[in-house]
């Protein structure tokens, strides 16, 4: 616990209404040499919105004060919601009109007073005080009145208000440029926000600017510092003798990637056989960033920064620098590379009835297309047979597994939701001259029936060793949904045939399979995502 942490909670424990320094150092039994430290101590706690200052220079709990702190979230309409970062405080989030913001941004933590608080009503608040601003910079569209009065229109529609550019700030921009703007002065209650350009982008129209555009509005970081290049480079390009100590090799083993024919990185591979038994022995084996990235290094500070690598159509930010990224933690075809591999252990029923999971090491023979997999199983393409004759075999065995583990997920009530992603084609100049639905194939089908059961096992493993980890989950449906979603799918002349909303996995089931092929598949299913 902190000091400020410590004295917060005296507070908490003897404070019960708003008090002057010299009160509260009474209260607390503080030595009054000890005022000028606790006066800065008590101005970090108001800054950081866990006390408040009021008239009268007497400092309060914001709580005991019908006080809320947290992060607001504008609507581009004009209004906005506070979520609270305390849920003890309130478990939904704070309804603020347009007129009761004070001029707070999105994204802004901010402290609010509660106006109206009903049951079973709409809770809502006014704005008091800005303790932090979110935004620092933004990328938006430069434009010029009549007047030669230049601003700025952000591209994020959550920041309600155009921002104002001194003409000695304009950084060259001409009217309909992108650009990006670096805010110098926040809004008040009659003029808004002023900036200045710091980046010109360029016309909308010009290839990459929209890339561009995205990396700027997320705060997505495109270079890796030159630490992190250099802590990646002295990695090596291949797996010394050394990483592979006490892992399992699975080297011996065909090992296969598949993925579609634009994938930049491989992070997991296949491999599968029959045992004596006749059970399978499938491995599913994902890449061991781990090994590589330790804790609090500059190469895991960069990867904390992104969050996740971002994939555009026609290029992609990793991240790690490429020396990891497509480099050793991409399981490439004909090369040793580290895993975290799940073997199971499955029989003709699809039940899992013994798993191993390993640090492993694989050698992939070869790097699949969806597309190819499909010439081999579906379309009987005697070129392509013939130029993975020797992988054949394993393939057709992936789609006997893939049959066995999907008829079992059936009849458990898994409900498949056939939503094609879109496929972007580009032309040579990398412009967008087309929007496609992406094909899907039975190569998809089975690394995504491999994917799901290696999940459930790895799950089902931790939780029955008592390990902590994040579960992805899904709620039950809500009844109110659940009847809205009844009435939408009558128009179709279809419905869930329940009971006072009491619906079960089978039911969305059978709907997904009486109208697949339909022309009402895809809103209905889309739908039944939402419900």
């Known amino acids: 616990m902190t000091d400020s942490d410590d004295l917060l909670a005296r507070i908490r424990r003897r404070v019960v209404r708003p008090a002057t320094v010299r009160e509260l150092q009474q209260t607390l039994r503080l030595p009054r040499e ?39 979230h504008i609507n581009p309409r004009g209004f906005g919601f506070l979520t609270p970062e305390s849920k003890n405080d309130f478990d939904q989030d704070i309804y603020i009109s347009g007129t009761n913001l004070h001029q707070a941004m999105h994204g802004d933590r901010v402290m609010a007073r509660i106006e ?19 935004t620092t910079t ?43 703007v670096e805010l110098t002065r926040w809004p008040t209650a009659t003029r808004n926000p002023v900036g200045r350009v710091i980046e010109v982008l360029g016309d909308l129209d010009t290839p990459g600017v929209d890339v561009e555009i995205m990396l700027r509005k997320h705060g997505i970081p495109d270079a890796h510092g030159i630490s992190a290049i250099r802590e990646a480079e002295r990695l090596g390009v291949k797996v010394r003798d050394r990483d592979c100590r006490g892992r399992t090799d699975f080297r011996s083993m065909t090992t296969v990637t598949i993925d579609g024919e634009h994938a930049r990185d491989f992070d997991d591979a296949i491999t599968l056989e029959r045992l004596p038994s006749g059970t399978f022995w499938l491995g599913v084996h994902i890449a061991d960033v781990s090994h590589y990235v330790r804790p609090d290094s500059e190469l895991d500070r960069e990867a904390r920064e992104r969050g996740t690598s971002v994939y555009f159509p026609e290029r992609a930010v990793h991240m790690f620098p490429a020396a990891l990224s497509t480099g050793l933690c991409s399981l490439n075809p004909h090369v040793d590379r580290l895993v975290q591999s799940c073997l199971m252990e499955i029989n003709e029923r699809g039940e899992v009835v013994r798993h191993e999971l390993h640090d492993g090491i694989i050698h992939s023979d070869a790097r699949m297309t969806y597309a190819d997999v499909n010439a081999i199983l579906v379309e009987n393409d005697a070129a392509i047979q013939a130029r993975y004759a020797s992988l054949v075999p394993v393939f057709k065995l992936m789609n006997k597994l893939f049959e066995v583990l999907s008829r079992r997920r059936r009849r458990r009530g898994s409900i498949d939701f056939n939503l094609p992603e879109p496929e972007f084609v580009l032309s040579e100049t990398g412009s967008v001259v087309d929007i496609t639905a992406a094909q899907r194939n039975v190569a998809h089908c089975i690394i995504e029936e491999f994917m799901l059961i290696a999940n459930e096992v790895v799950a089902t493993h931790l939780r029955t060793h008592d390990m902590p980890t994040l579960y992805r989950v899904h ?45 009402e598949e895809k809103p209905i299913a889309v739908l039944m995502l939402r419900t």
């Open 34 to 72: 000890q005022r000028r430290s606790f006066e800065r101590r008590l101005k970090k706690l108001v800054a950081s919105g866990t006390l408040v200052r009021i008239r009268g220079n007497r400092y309060g709990l914001p709580e005991k004060m019908n006080l809320i702190v947290g992060r607001v």
């Open 116 to 134: 109206r608080r009903v049951q079973h009503e709409r809770t809502e608040g006014r704005i008091v005080r800005i303790l932090e601003r979110r």
């Open 138 to 180: 933004l990328v938006a569209r430069y434009d010029s009145d009549e007047s030669g009065l230049s601003f700025v229109v952000p591209f994020d529609r959550r920041i309600i208000m155009d921002v104002h550019i001194p003409s000695i700030d304009r950084g060259g921009a001409k009217p309909g440029e992108i650009v990006v």
């Open 475 to 519: 709620d039950p449906p809500d009844v109110s949904k659940v009847a809205e979603f009844e009435e939408f799918i009558t128009t179709f002349g279809h419905s869930l045939a329940v009971r006072k909303g009491n619906a079960t996995p089978k039911h969305f089931q059978q709907l997904a399979k009486r109208v697949m092929g339909t022309p």
